[in-house]
């Protein structure tokens, strides 16, 4: 198993690699997720360990991902089976409770190597012109190198939410919020193909560019309009998630508002800057139970993003969204890379009101006076 993996490494081959099958049924690690990334000119590995109700990410180093492959995978360890794709073959290796390991090859269609100079992505045609008018793709359908971590982090983006896209209304919209230059909005109608993705930007100029490459491209399922994220809570259609990467501020509460007013399948979003906790807690500093933490300026910022975003998760499941919070890879060259999950579920009322005791508990705790989005739904229930 190693020796192959090296190999596509050594190769710059590697595509992913898929451990899972669970030896105990009991354990909570279902898969672990392995994919090469660049990371500022760094070529790194990043894995997502799956287990039952939750995701965990980091990124490491090749030592570090064969040492953990070798930690869960393997007689008498947690998961035994690696799939191991690369861009010629996917290898299956079986590993039995004893005996020797099957190994199962086939040949698979190119696909994207790690390295930019040989990156020939698997397109339809649609995709491959998208692709090139968004600037990831030159003429010849390699990725441009000074892209390529633009197009890993796409499918990086992809691939992470997957698993809460599973079983939606193959005929509802999605809406991305303050989709920007629109590349995720691509991806998006790509993966979800049966289903018709709007992004909603405030800037016309981006809108116009956007709507044009959807005309160059042909792409059915796709559209771009002008609006800002409050024209949007009372949308009555027929209306399936809401994504906002990055929307700045208040708009991610805005995003997530829109979402559970249209009482949507899903909710999607990266925050970004959030100025409003920020400033709340600066002018009740001395009330708040842990001053002593928030006294330091970046430690003050950082529990700031920490509170905004948990009081954001919470109040998700108080109206009975299942919620889960991961690290994803740079986007953008950015830090702002936590990403809130939320799937509509049958969550008790029992659940959802603990949730809301929790908000309570930290706005005590940390002099915390308003959160725009618990204020939204604090109006809505007047």
């Given at each position: 198993?190693?020796?192959?993996?090296?190999?596509?490494?050594?190769?710059?081959?590697?595509?992913?690699?898929?451990?899972?099958?669970?030896?105990?049924?009991?354990?909570?690690?279902?898969?672990?997720?392995?994919?090469?990334?660049?990371?500022?000119?760094?070529?790194?590995?990043?894995?997502?360990?799956?287990?039952?109700?939750?995701?965990?990410?980091?990124?490491?180093?090749?030592?570090?991902?064969?040492?953990?492959?070798?930690?869960?995978?393997?007689?008498?360890?947690?998961?035994?089976?690696?799939?191991?794709?690369?861009?010629?073959?996917?290898?299956?290796?079986?590993?039995?409770?004893?005996?020797?390991?099957?190994?199962?090859?086939?040949?698979?269609?190119?696909?994207?190597?790690?390295?930019?100079?040989?990156?020939?992505?698997?397109?339809?045609?649609?995709?491959?012109?998208?692709?090139?008018?968004?600037?990831?793709?030159?003429?010849?359908?390699?990725?441009?190198?000074?892209?390529?971590?633009?197009?890993?982090?796409?499918?990086?983006?992809?691939?992470?939410?997957?698993?809460?896209?599973?079983?939606?209304?193959?005929?509802?919209?999605?809406?991305?919020?303050?989709?920007?230059?629109?590349?995720?909005?691509?991806?998006?109608?790509?993966?979800?193909?049966?289903?018709?993705?709007?992004?909603?930007?405030?800037?016309?100029?981006?809108?116009?560019?956007?709507?044009?490459?959807?005309?160059?491209?042909?792409?059915?399922?796709?559209?771009?309009?002008?609006?800002?994220?409050?024209?949007?809570?009372?949308?009555?259609?027929?209306?399936?998630?809401?994504?906002?990467?990055?929307?700045?501020?208040?708009?991610?509460?805005?995003?997530?508002?829109?979402?559970?007013?249209?009482?949507?399948?899903?909710?999607?979003?990266?925050?970004?800057?959030?100025?409003?906790?920020?400033?709340?807690?600066?002018?009740?500093?001395?009330?708040?139970?842990?001053?002593?933490?928030?006294?330091?300026?970046?430690?003050?910022?950082?529990?700031?993003?920490?509170?905004?975003?948990?009081?954001?998760?919470?109040?998700?499941?108080?109206?009975?969204?299942?919620?889960?919070?991961?690290?994803?890879?740079?986007?953008?060259?950015?830090?702002?890379?936590?990403?809130?999950?939320?799937?509509?579920?049958?969550?008790t009322p029992e659940y959802r009101e603990a949730a809301l005791s929790k908000i309570q508990e930290l706005k005590t705790q940390f002099g915390i006076t308003e959160h725009y989005l618990d204020k939204l739904v604090e109006t809505a229930k007047v």
């Amino acid at each position: 198993m190693f020796d192959i993996i090296k190999s596509a490494i050594k190769d710059k081959t590697l595509l992913k690699i898929t451990l899972s099958k669970k030896i105990n049924k009991n354990q909570s690690l279902r898969n672990l997720f392995i994919k090469p990334i660049l990371v500022s000119g760094r070529e790194l590995y990043n894995l997502v360990y799956r287990y039952q109700t939750k995701d965990i990410t980091k990124n490491v180093a090749e030592i570090d991902m064969l040492r953990e492959i070798g930690e869960v995978c393997g007689v008498g360890k947690m998961l035994r089976t690696c799939d191991i794709f690369t861009t010629t073959e996917h290898i299956q290796i079986l590993i039995p409770k004893n005996g020797e390991n099957k190994i199962i090859r086939k040949p698979v269609q190119e696909q994207a190597s790690l390295s930019p100079e040989t990156q020939t992505p698997a397109q339809n045609p649609a995709q491959s012109i998208y692709l090139q008018q968004l600037g990831l793709l030159d003429n010849s359908g390699k990725v441009i190198p000074s892209m390529s971590h633009k197009y890993k982090q796409i499918n990086q983006y992809i691939e992470l939410i997957k698993p809460t896209l599973k079983d939606i209304n193959p005929n509802a919209k999605i809406l991305d919020m303050g989709s920007g230059k629109g590349y995720l909005t691509f991806a998006l109608a790509s993966y979800l193909e049966h289903n018709q993705i709007i992004g909603v930007e405030s800037r016309q100029e981006l809108v116009d560019e956007c709507n044009r490459i959807v005309a160059v491209a042909k792409i059915d399922n796709l559209s771009f309009e002008s609006g800002l994220v409050e024209n949007y809570y009372n949308y009555n259609q027929d209306l399936a998630g809401i994504i906002a990467l990055h929307a700045c501020d208040i708009a991610t509460d805005q995003a997530i508002w829109t979402g559970i007013k249209n009482q949507v399948e899903f909710i999607i979003v990266a925050p970004c800057c959030q100025r409003q906790i920020r400033s709340n807690m600066q002018d009740n500093k001395e009330a708040g139970l842990f001053k002593s933490i928030t006294k330091y300026g970046i430690l003050f910022e950082r529990q700031a993003e920490i509170l905004t975003d948990t009081i954001r998760a919470l109040i998700l499941e108080s109206q009975g969204y299942k919620t889960n919070v991961i690290e994803f890879i740079d986007w953008e060259h950015t830090p702002k890379n936590t990403l809130i999950l939320a799937k509509k579920s049958n969550l008790t009322p029992e659940y959802r009101e603990a949730a809301l005791s929790k908000i309570q508990e930290l706005k005590t705790q940390f002099g915390i006076t308003e959160h725009y989005l618990d204020k939204l739904v604090e109006t809505a229930k007047v």
